[in-house]
């Protein structure tokens, strides 16, 4: 019995407790999260934002939350009822996946697997299953529309985002990711986190995130004047809420691999006394943060873009740029004698 | 109570094995198309949770990166689009089946043939695979042999590859002659001066 519980249940209360605390701690933050991007955007018209609720609207999010849940749920006649309901679901369960093997600090991750960014990778290219299985039992031309749109840009950047990966999987020498962080980690602080040395490839994979997390400028998934509300346009209350969620859990997600891919982790700007002294998880919310706002000032400030300038930028543009980039670095790397040692 | 330290394992593995099995016939037995490519969808991803067990995630990974994210999707696009009647593909059964028993029966030779040689022989596989080195993770002995010893054959694949893009390219490219194009290059060195015309119109007399 004492083998039983030191080998099988133990580690399972352990772990269960963990993701439980990663669940709650992280859907807190995307309540300010959704709260911030609003008054971001606000700011930048001139408006207040939310500010009724609570004080500042602090809790504005949650407030919507219970209007989410309280409301009926309304499932079209037409529709395929098992995969409608499905794909809300799908959509929030892949989103909070990604999480358990983000690293906020040194061994702050639930599980530190071999391959942590390919796996983020995979959840990130299943994410268009959700937009497809919604679009497709909507049984509405325009979800239909919205999700051919969707599933078509998400694999365009899917490409681009793969070769940024690669670069940095390169200089980093390991797909771990708290690996990549502990490789970044040299004498010259923030300037020898890999956003400086891999510039071109840190702006394509922020421009990339945003395509493929259909925020705007690339919202064209939801674009309101041409397709109501895109694949979500038959939904309402609860599993509305949880693509809502499911699409900004993505979103964090993504800062969250700018942090560790580019922006150094938990690491502290400059290996020095003031710096070192504050914990490492302070600093990737705050660089988190710092990805996040600039996701919100992009909503805020650029113009949508037209479908086919879209796929131009995708296929035209950053996969030439990408591929050329892999070849480059690759080379600077083995003739400057600089590879990661394997 | 004394538990086996392959428990855990087992349990999994038939676990992801019957929702891998169950979800392949559900694929040829669904009714709707969508439902059989969603039921193809979840065997992939059953598949990749028995290669993590195997201990080769690296694999695991490209195959839901490869076949779910990439494959998978053009499959539902396909089914999607069409208009596909079932009620015409299921005339058709009676008169595939020979061919389709045909095939099964090959498949289960081969498989028997397989598990007989690892019973009959349980030195062999041992012979044929060589077993991943314990130092380092699978993705990197993955690479070393695939870029070093196999690296022809590596490239050759990717030869392959590329000339069936540039065939399917071929293929579809047409060329409509009374299209008009977006020539990009042409719109961004646009000036006001090339762009507008601006005139005093006289009221009474127009242009």
Avoid at chain 1, 191 to 206: A, E, K, S, T
Avoid at chain 1, 296 to 301: C, S, Y
Avoid at chain 2, 104 to 122: D, K, N
Avoid at chain 2, 154 to 171: E, P
């Amino acid at each position: 019995m004492l083998e039983f519980w030191t080998s099988y249940l133990w580690p399972l209360i352990v772990i269960v407790a963990q993701s439980l605390l990663l669940l709650v701690i992280l859907l807190v933050s995307i309540a300010y999260v959704l709260l911030a991007d609003r008054k971001i955007w606000a700011a930048v018209q001139l408006r207040r934002g939310p500010n009724v609720v609570g004080p500042w609207g602090l809790l504005q999010s949650f407030a919507d939350l219970l209007k989410f849940v309280f409301k009926e749920p309304v499932i079209p006649a037409g529709s395929n009822k098992g995969v409608f309901l499905l794909a809300p679901l799908v959509t929030c369960t892949l989103a909070l996946g990604a999480w358990a093997v983000i690293p906020v600090n040194a061994g702050w991750m639930i599980a530190d697997i071999n391959v942590g960014v390919l796996y983020i990778f995979a959840i990130s290219s299943l994410m268009v299953y959700g937009i497809i299985m919604a679009g497709w039992a909507s049984n509405s031309k325009y979800a239909f529309l919205s999700a051919v749109r969707s599933a078509a840009q998400m694999v365009s950047y899917e490409v681009s985002i793969g070769f940024v990966i690669i670069t940095v999987l390169l200089c980093a020498g390991t797909l771990k990711l708290s690996g990549i962080v502990a490789a970044q980690d040299t004498r010259f602080g923030m300037f020898g986190w890999y956003w400086l040395p891999l510039l071109p490839m840190f702006v394509i994979f922020y421009v990339s995130a945003l395509a493929e997390t259909n925020r705007p400028p690339f919202d064209l998934v939801e674009a309101e004047t041409e397709l109501v509300a895109g694949f979500m346009v038959e939904y309402g209350s609860s599993p509305y809420m949880m693509f809502m969620l499911g699409e900004y859990v993505a979103i964090a997600t993504m800062c969250a691999m700018g942090t560790i891919l580019f922006l150094g982790g938990w690491l502290p700007p400059f290996p020095v006394a003031p710096f070192t002294w504050v914990p490492g998880v302070i600093w990737f919310v705050l660089k988190a943060l710092f990805m996040f706002f600039l996701f919100a000032m992009a909503k805020a400030v650029v113009p949508r873009y037209r479908y086919d300038q879209l796929m131009r930028l995708g296929w035209k543009v950053f996969l030439p740029i990408s591929l050329a980039m892999v070849v480059i670095v690759a080379a600077v790397l083995q003739f400057g004698g600089l590879a990661p040692k394997g | 109570m004394i538990l086996p330290a392959t428990l855990l394992p087992a349990v999994f593995f038939y676990l992801f094995a019957g929702m891998c099995v169950a979800c392949a016939f559900m694929v040829i037995a669904g009714r709707n198309t969508v439902h059989s490519v969603l039921y193809l969808i979840l065997a992939f991803v059953n598949a990749a949770g028995l290669f993590v067990l195997l201990g080769a995630e690296f694999l695991a990974m490209i195959l839901i990166v490869v076949y779910v994210g990439a494959v998978a999707v053009l499959f539902l696009f396909v089914v999607m689009m069409l208009d596909v009647d079932f009620a015409e593909l299921r005339q058709g059964v009676l008169q595939y089946l020979p061919v389709g028993v045909l095939v099964g029966v090959i498949f289960l030779a081969e498989l028997l043939m397989v598990v007989g040689a690892w019973v009959i022989a349980p030195g062999m596989p041992q012979s044929i695979s060589a077993p991943t080195p314990t130092t380092i993770s699978n993705t990197e002995a993955l690479g070393r042999v695939l870029y070093t010893q196999y690296v022809y054959y590596f490239q050759a694949a990717g030869l392959v590859l590329l000339v069936a893009m540039i065939g399917a390219i071929v293929l579809t490219l047409r060329h409509k002659p009374k299209v008009k194009r977006q020539n990009i290059a042409d719109q961004v060195a646009r000036t006001k001066e090339t762009a507008m015309d601006v005139r005093q119109v006289k009221s009474g007399q127009g242009l």
